[in-house]
């Protein structure tokens, strides 16, 4: 039986993209079933309903978005925030006696830091499988409080040995955060407010960076028989728990499941979604969507995205150095250091509008947030070395790279179905994200402090070949569309409309992007 008559079957009526019908509710006298609609996917008996409904009245659309505006896209933002805040007080431990108190000699410290993204790296396979498997919010949640139990632990350390292991165990713990998100921005919202609601949560790293050193310079104001870095892991990681926990108790796994919607909202949740055509989630575990994830082209070039642009992350850990090493004061280097957090999440939100006004020009819009970067890069390797603000705003301009990032994670939650496909997906991409954060500080050589013209140039070549990936992808998605589109040009009226009600099924019966006749990639 084709989907066509499935859903025509259990609803007695015909549906076509143009017609509006009822929300179907529990009390409708209808026998919708999971089971009838061949469904593999958590929203369940709700992703049937809304399938059989068409298309959602606008104004009940309308006030669904506002509700998941409301309970869902905070937490995203704050827990993205904190995750970044949490991973790096150790760079703001550093000035408050952590590298004594824990006996660190030579490259103790750096390894301390980047120890982190190993166990980041571990734990990205297993995580993202585990993700799949169980309720989404809730193992994201327990991973909130799991992690920030690691970071209060951190205060009892006292040697390198120590050190390093709370900081792998930490690295293991947040590993998921970014893939999670992704999949939970992918479940709520439609393809068109993607984008925009991933520069929201994203742009919040850059805003916690701001605000990371007021905090931690408040904290140094406290009074007491406790060093204050221990201080800064224990408020910082209780904080973070009583968040973890909020978190579990607000945000749901799935539309089906969230107690601040009614049932009829419900369903407009899962109509509103129908047509980006990846469903929900399914728990169902596909071999052969592992094969085609490894195999597909443009995963592997979002990966190599992933690398070049965490590669410029990596090297920005010597930021502070940088700066210092133009000629400025501890304190002045503190001060020059915020607007570079800052303008990162200017440049994000400013990257996420333009991918609002401009929805076919996502990897454009990362492509041109590469040029302030390569600029910066020229200025702070090429201006004279007693230019010191000149060469300041160069490591300003940096700051557009993270809108690439942004624009990487929204093609991540737009442009691949399947949730074992997706979920693989994920892991590549963050373990090249891992490899390139452990690569970039490594451009940076001791002996060519504090200036590092190596570390520059790796940076500039970064950036450059972000440019590269990105039209390169761009151009395989265009070619696969057009490809489908030209399939679908013999087919009569009645065909397509019988292939698009089949196509919405596909999308909540676990069927990746590959073979979806009417899947199209967001460029």
């Known amino acids: 039986m084709g989907a066509q008559d499935e859903i025509s079957a259990s609803n007695e009526v015909q549906v076509t993209s143009n017609e509006k019908i009822a929300v179907v509710t529990e009390s409708d006298e209808v026998g919708f079933d999971k089971s009838e609609l061949h469904i593999d996917d958590e929203a369940g008996e709700i992703a049937a309903q809304a399938l059989a409904s068409g298309p959602a009245d606008a104004e009940v659309s309308r006030k669904v978005l506002r509700k998941i505006d409301l309970y869902i896209l905070p937490f995203l933002c704050i827990t993205y925030g904190l995750q970044f805040l949490d991973k790096t007080t150790l760079g703001y431990s550093s000035v408050f006696g952590i590298i004594p108190d824990n006996h660190l000699k030579g490259q103790d410290y750096a390894w301390a830091s980047s120890i982190f993204y190993f166990g980041y790296m571990m734990a990205e396979y297993p995580g993202v499988a585990l993700m799949q498997r169980f309720p989404i919010a809730k193992f994201l949640g327990i991973n909130i409080i799991i992690w920030a139990s690691i970071l209060m632990i951190t205060a009892t350390c006292s040697s390198f040995a120590g050190l390093a292991t709370v900081r792998f165990l930490l690295g293991m713990f947040e590993a998921t955060i970014s893939p999670g998100f992704v999949a939970i921005t992918g479940i709520w919202w439609t393809r068109q407010e993607q984008a925009s609601r991933s520069a929201i949560w994203v742009s919040f790293l850059g805003f916690f960076g701001t605000i990371g050193g007021l905090i931690t310079f408040g904290i140094g104001h406290i009074e007491g028989s406790l060093a204050t870095w221990k201080l800064i892991f224990l408020i910082l990681g209780a904080f973070t728990i009583v968040w973890g926990?909020?978190?579990?108790?607000?945000?749901?796994?799935?539309?089906?499941?969230?107690?601040?919607?009614?049932?009829?909202e419900r369903v407009v949740a899962v109509q509103r979604v129908v047509e980006n055509k990846t469903g929900t989630k399914s728990t169902t575990f596909v071999k052969a969507q592992v094969l085609e994830a490894l195999t597909d082209p443009k995963i592997l070039l979002l990966g190599l995205i992933s690398f070049v642009n965490a590669v410029a992350s990596g090297g920005l850990s010597f930021g502070s150095i940088i700066i210092r090493g133009f000629g400025f004061t501890p304190l002045e280097t503190t001060l020059m250091n915020m607007p570079l957090s800052f303008l990162q999440a200017v440049f994000t939100l400013m990257g996420g509008y333009a991918q609002h006004k401009f929805p076919n020009a996502r990897l454009i819009v990362g492509s041109v947030a590469m040029i302030p970067p390569i600029?910066?890069?020229?200025?702070i390797n090429q201006l004279n070395t007693h230019n010191k603000w000149g060469r300041l705003v160069g490591v300003w301009l940096l700051a557009g790279y993270p809108t690439g990032f942004m624009v990487l994670l929204?093609?991540?939650?737009?442009?691949?179905?399947?949730?074992?496909?997706?979920?693989?997906?994920?892991a590549m991409v963050f373990?090249?994200?891992?490899?390139?954060?452990?690569?970039?500080?490594?451009?940076?050589?001791?002996k060519q402090a504090p200036a590092y013209h190596g570390g520059i140039v790796a940076m500039l070549i970064g950036f450059i070949l972000n440019i590269v990936f990105n039209l390169t992808l761009r151009f395989l998605y265009q070619l696969e569309n057009r490809k489908r589109d030209r399939a679908l040009e013999e087919k009569t009226q009645e065909e397509i409309e019988a292939l698009k009600d089949e196509s919405r099924l596909q999308g909540f019966d676990n069927v990746t992007d590959k073979y979806n006749v009417f899947f199209r990639y967001s460029i």
């Open 375 to 379: 600029i910066g890069t020229v200025l």
């Open 410 to 426: 929204g093609l991540l939650a737009t442009n691949v179905a399947g949730s074992t496909k997706k979920s693989m997906a994920s």
């Open 245 to 264: 926990v909020l978190f579990l108790l607000v945000v749901p796994d799935n539309p089906a499941t969230a107690r601040w919607l009614t049932q009829e």
């Open 431 to 446: 373990v090249m994200y891992c490899v390139g954060q452990i690569v970039g500080p490594q451009c940076f050589k001791a």
